[in-house]
């Protein structure tokens, strides 16, 4: 399938839409200091997604192995077969860390009270609501990719099932990608999640309003709720969308647009679905209906299960129907 880009040419953020060129985002000197941060952690996300990609697990090795429990070999073989993947495992883990950070610092510049409205924190800091899109672009694509690989928790299962039987066997466990027991845990918890990442993010996004007690809660939600606007915009609006240069840019917009909308639904009181939300649930997921269907199905999915509102009560009966 080749390699991914995180971040298509022409994706525009701002109300005017202007198709802008990587060039054209240009931190301004007073988003510099946040960008330059974001940017180290953004330049390793499009490897991580190539790497996660290419991720083909230990499958074989470890049925051999769990087959014939008495051939020491097999069990040398599955073994050295999955350390080196625990290796990326862990190091996918560890970058969630680094984009939860990464999130808390764009949260703090696009939210604060520099600029009265959303749209002109959108429009004076478009360098850091790009990277911000970009940010839910690599999520909910590492989330479509984690989905469909069982490899990643079975893998994980195995190592952590021999690593333990090998502490009780005083068998030393030699390699640098051994994990500790508590960090172990903390993996274990992340992958067992259906989307890890969107998780993190949810998270991330919870924690920074409830840390920033000071600020009100519209300076974040009405920022979400404005991205998730520009992109339906410039989807269903055929000016705008006969600009985009390729596919790769309407994934784009289709990924970010998903991802503002579930953030919105974790940090609003009463979530994106209610009838006083900001976001147009239904134009958003008609404009997901009426992609090609294999290639929204896991955006309908995180919609469907990963948001925390869909199925209360107040939820418009055409919005859930709209999504079964």
């Given amino acids: 399938a080749g390699t991914i880009d995180i971040c298509p040419a022409d994706f525009v953020v701002g109300p005017f839409f202007v198709c802008v060129s990587p060039a054209d985002a240009q931190p301004t000197e007073a988003e510099r200091e946040i960008w330059e941060e974001v940017d180290v952690v953004l330049k390793d996300a499009k490897a991580i997604l190539d790497e996660l990609q290419a991720y083909k697990g230990a499958g074989p090795d470890i049925r051999e192995a769990i087959q014939n429990p008495n051939d020491e070999a097999l069990q040398e073989k599955a073994w050295a077969a999955v350390v080196p993947l625990v290796g990326k495992l862990k190091k996918f883990y560890e970058f969630s860390q680094r984009l939860e950070a990464a999130l808390h610092s764009l949260l703090g510049a696009l939210t604060s009270e520099t600029y009265s409205d959303p749209t002109q924190h959108l429009e004076r800091e478009q360098a850091l609501a790009r990277q911000f899109a970009e940010i839910l672009h690599f999520t909910l694509r590492f989330d479509e990719l984690k989905m469909t690989n ?10 952590r099932r021999t690593l333990s039987r090998m502490r009780i ?23 067992a999640d259906a989307t890890p990442m969107l998780k993190t993010l949810s998270d991330g996004t919870t924690k920074f309003v409830s840390e920033n007690k000071n600020l009100p809660i519209e300076n974040t939600t009405d920022c979400l709720s404005t991205m998730a606007s520009v992109c339906k915009v410039m989807l269903e609006t055929p000016e705008y969308r006969s600009r985009f240069t390729s596919e790769d840019t ?6 970010v647009m998903v991802g503002v909308i579930i953030l919105y639904d974790y940090v609003h009181p009463v979530g994106a679905f209610a009838k006083s939300s900001k976001i147009d649930m239904k134009g958003c997921i008609k404009v997901l209906k009426d992609q090609p269907p294999n290639s929204v199905e896991g955006l309908l999915n995180a ?12 939820t418009n009966k055409t919005i859930k129907s709209m999504l079964q």
């Fill in 150 to 159: 069982p490899a990643i928790q079975n893998d994980f299962s195995y190592y």
């Fill in 169 to 191: 066997n005083n068998v030393p466990a030699e390699g640098e990608n051994e994990v500790n027991n508590e960090l172990a845990n903390r993996i274990s918890l992340f992958y």
């Fill in 250 to 255: 309407v994934s784009f917009c289709l990924r």
């Fill in 303 to 314: 919609l469907r299960y990963t948001t925390k509102h869909l199925n209360d009560e107040s």
